[in-house]
């Protein structure tokens, strides 16, 4: 079946603008999660929604991060007033539940940022 | 402060030529421990979830292995197509769903 899938796979912007990423989970997976990557830096968590619950939000760097999930699938995060320091790949992964046991999260390609 | 160390950073191998990779990981309330394949400008690609200390996990030429501070990653006799980044990352209890990842181990087997 299909994996995850993100949108747009390269995004090259300027200082202070704003974008948008999107990502469409595993048909059917409840929970989901972004990530990001920065060059020489492990993955690290930014926000994981769970079902209906209330989003754990504690890993976003500052209030110019924002994520979104509608409808219980697809999800966008969106950065506002762009930094430099915010150039970095952008993961996400779902899995079939969030938590628990057998809690294997599937990773999309990611989206490649790129701040001017 | 929970933390996951991965070592080496960088592994050059031979073909044929076994080793392993190392994730220890200070931590409080360990749920469970997963390994992943990252390869150049891909997301990472699951292998291996292991939960609880002594349980070891195999699939092809890796294999996985838990104790209570650390795990291993067992490569026997790895071919190029090995070459990757691995990473290690665990899910902790009561800290919902995320994952704390460690820096990887950029594995390279020449021919």
């Known amino acids: 079946g299909a994996g995850v899938s993100q949108s747009p796979s390269n995004k090259v912007t300027e200082k202070g603008k704003d974008v948008e990423l999107r990502c469409d989970p595993i048909s059917g997976h409840t929970a989901l999660y972004w990530y990001r990557q920065s060059l020489g830096q492990g993955l690290e968590f930014l926000i994981y929604f769970q079902g209906n619950s209330a989003p754990d939000r504690s890993g976003l760097p500052s209030d110019r991060f924002s994520a979104e999930r509608t409808g219980g699938s697809v999800s966008t995060l969106t950065i506002q007033r762009t930094q430099q320091e915010d150039s970095a790949v952008y993961l996400c992964a779902s899995s079939p539940r969030g938590g628990g046991m057998k809690n294997e999260q599937f990773f999309g390609p990611g989206t490649r940022l790129t701040v001017l | 402060e ?90 902790l209890y009561n800290q919902g769903g995320k994952l704390i990842f460690g820096q990887g181990t950029e594995l390279s087997v020449k021919p």
């Open chain 2, 2 to 91: 929970d933390q996951v160390t991965q070592s080496p950073e960088a592994l050059r191998l031979q073909e044929g030529e076994s080793s392993s990779l190392n994730c220890s990981y200070t931590v409080s309330g360990l749920r469970g421990l997963f390994w992943y394949r990252q390869d150049p400008g891909k997301g990472p690609e699951f292998l291996f979830t292991l939960y609880s200390a002594g349980e070891e996990k195999e699939k092809e030429r890796l294999k996985a292995t838990l104790t209570k501070k650390e795990s291993f990653l067992h490569i026997t006799a790895p071919k190029p197509e090995d070459s990757a980044t691995y990473l290690c990352a665990v899910i």
